[in-house]
Nanobody, 122 residues
Framework: QVQLRESGGGSVQPGDSLRLSCVAS????????EAWFRQPPGKEREFVAL????????FYADSVKGRFTISRDNPANTLYLQMDSLKPEDTAVYYC???????????????WGQGTQVTVAS
């Protein structure tokens, strides 16, 4: 099973930016989908964004659309999440995941990173 490792989390103020990275131990299959999820304190894990490895189409949760950008560097096997205009409600542990179908459900993904904490507070 592929190993995923996130980095880039931290504590920032509202309006700031952060870029999360997720390095994979192996190249995805052509039909792979990679995604970011997050789990706010005391809440369920929720979908943030996904990107198809083949073609690069991306989809976002309404709560982050226009502020977050998902992208990947295929040769480096690295997934990114650029987060701009951060809000306190973006505070969560952020996870990267890999699966084989377009889905906003965490159950569709079978490989997960360990998570990285993002805290947005003034």
């Amino acid at each position: 099973q592929v190993q995923l490792r996130e980095s880039g989390g931290g504590s920032v103020q509202p309006g700031d930016s952060l870029r999360l990275s997720c390095v994979a131990s192996a190249r995805p299959f052509s039909r792979s989908v990679e995604a970011w999820f997050r789990q706010p304190p005391g809440k369920e894990r929720e979908f943030v964004a996904l990107i198809r490895w083949h073609g690069g189409s991306a989809f976002y949760a309404d709560s982050v659309k226009g502020r977050f950008t998902i992208s990947r560097d295929n040769p480096a096997n690295t997934l990114y999440l650029q987060m701009d205009s951060l809000k306190p409600e973006d505070t969560a542990v952020y996870y990267c995941a890999r699966g084989s179908e377009d889905s906003s459900s965490h159950q569709a993904y079978d490989s997960w990173g360990q998570g990285t904490q993002v805290t947005v507070a003034s």
